[in-house]
């Protein structure tokens, strides 16, 4: 029986190209949909979980291009870290991190996402980095896309929903291949494959068009990343036959309301739709057999190519990974009370802590997560992300008195160990936003996730310099002790 973790689990912390890096029109970089997401700072809170915040629309688009919109563009400044990452690495040296979880901008690679050539400046600011990771004895876990393409991708061939993105993903997965095949150390060909569905602009750069069925839009679109993320593995196989790749996705743990059936099969249902249909089709390597009557009740028809199912098949991941934010109800009444979740609106449980921004805490649920992944793949797990977002304040000495955030770490890390004593065969996790950064689903500063602080506010004011909160020493005391003394 394990009785903890094991003594080479990967301790981490996870970030996003989008929302750390900044240098948005830097290093040859070209525009991407991030850098098109706009917010007022003055926005309130209430109102950033609004439909027309989180979604794009082309008039907006269009004036983010032509930068005549109103708003501020968060994501082109980040938390600076094109022109910090070497002191960002050290803070993750001295904190004795063992695997850095970044992810790489395709626009910064390919600057339209189909041009000829990759943009040399590109590709070595992102070897710079890695090698830095290195040096510090830090292994690299590579988001090969999270969430933003090229603007122009989006604009010439419609994104996701035209499937010639496939082959224009294939042989950026290439180029990476090449330049960082000897760098990176875990491969994750796209962050949370289900965000689409929940999140289209920001998940996966879709549009909403008035009269479309948009459900069938979406499908199609994540048909096409399945593929592409298929392809990818299996290439990335070929070409480094020791290399190891994930899957991923916001996982959604979900409780039924009451023990009525009914309750009971909206779980199952939830459960399903919203989780198990993406991690069946990328680590079992088919569509399963319950999403015909959905699609069919949603007048979803996906269009494929005979050769489609093979390469799904050909292309299974070597582990699981995903992140976990918070757990919700599933129920048949319509009146449940609801409250926010990442990337979801969810029904809220009376049992459970909510934090400030209406994520309700869960760390029993992580443990059960962890147990039924590995229950129904028994493939190697990975918590890619999972942190607490909190306003938190900068004291006059440059501290920071995060509690609130050491206590949700405890919690969870303490739930993933008796996961691992279950037996379940979790490798690793990364706290998620190891250092500040813009909040993807609000577009503001102010949530924070981070154990490193960055003096910035929702409006890029700030001298953008880096502080350790309490919850950094604790992290570090945690990795040292490999997660015996939470
Ligand atoms: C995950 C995303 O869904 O949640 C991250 O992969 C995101 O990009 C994180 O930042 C937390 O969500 P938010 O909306 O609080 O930034």
């Not at 996730?449 to 005391?477: C, L, M, N, P, Q």
């Amino acid at each position: 029986m394990n009785t903890g973790f094991p003594a080479d689990f990967m301790w981490g912390g996870a970030t996003a190209a989008t929302q750390v890096e900044g240098g948005w029109n830097e290093g040859g970089k070209g525009l991407d949909t991030g850098d098109c997401r706009s917010a007022d700072p003055a926005t309130p809170r209430a109102q950033r979980r609004e439909r027309p915040f989180k979604e794009m629309t082309t008039e907006r688009m269009k004036a983010a291009i032509a930068c005549e919109d109103t708003g501020i563009y968060p994501f082109r400044w980040g938390s600076d870290q094109y022109h910090r990452w070497e002191e960002d690495l050290d803070l993750f040296a001295e904190m004795s991190m063992k695997v850095y979880r970044m992810s790489v901008s395709w626009a910064r690679i390919f600057p339209n996402g189909d041009d000829a050539e990759p943009n040399a400046e590109g590709l070595a600011y992102y070897r710079k980095v890695m090698e830095g990771c290195k040096k510090r004895g830090i292994k690299v876990f590579l988001t090969m896309l999270h969430y933003s393409i090229p603007v122009h991708l989006l604009e010439e061939y419609g994104g996701w929903t035209n499937r010639k993105m496939v082959d224009l993903y294939v042989r950026y997965a290439k180029t990476l291949y090449e330049n960082f095949g000897d760098l990176v150390d875990y491969w994750l060909p796209f962050n949370e494959m289900n965000a689409g569905r929940f999140a289209p602009f920001s998940g996966a750069a879709l549009i909403r068009h008035e009269g479309e069925n948009f459900d069938q839009v979406v499908h199609q679109a994540l048909h096409h990343e399945f593929l592409a993320s298929a392809l990818a593995i299996k290439l990335g196989h070929e070409m480094m036959p020791d290399s190891k790749f994930g899957c991923m996705i916001a996982r959604f743990c979900h409780y039924a309301g009451t023990c009525s059936p009914e309750d009971q099969l909206q779980r199952q249902h939830d459960e399903q739709y919203t989780n198990w249909f993406y991690t069946d089709v990328m680590a079992r390597g088919a569509y399963p057999s319950y999403m015909d009557r959905y699609f069919a009740l949603k007048g979803i028809e996906i269009a494929k190519d005979p050769d489609d199912d093979k390469i799904l098949r050909e292309g299974t991941a070597d582990f699981i990974s995903f992140s976990y934010y918070f757990t919700q109800v599933s129920t048949v009444n319509t009146a449940w009370e609801k409250t926010d979740g990442n990337l979801v609106v969810a029904s809220k449980n009376p049992y459970l802590p909510t934090s400030e921004w209406g994520w309700q805490e869960d760390p029993t649920g992580l443990r059960i997560t962890l147990n039924q992944l590995y229950d129904r793949y028994q493939k190697p797990l990975f918590v890619s992300e999972f942190g607490l977002g909190a306003t938190d304040v900068l004291e006059e000495d440059g501290a920071v008195h995060d509690e609130y955030r050491i206590a949700y770490l405890r919690n969870h890390i303490a739930a993933m160990r008796e996961a691992v004593i279950d037996g379940v065969d979790l490798f690793g996790c990364t706290i998620w936003g190891i250092i500040d950064l813009v909040s993807n689903g609000t577009i503001e500063m102010t949530k924070r996730y981070g154990v490193i602080y960055v003096d910035a506010d929702d409006a890029g004011e700030g001298t953008f310099d880096r502080y350790k909160k309490d919850s950094f020493y604790w992290y570090k005391h945690c990795i040292e002790t490999n997660g015996e003394v939470l």
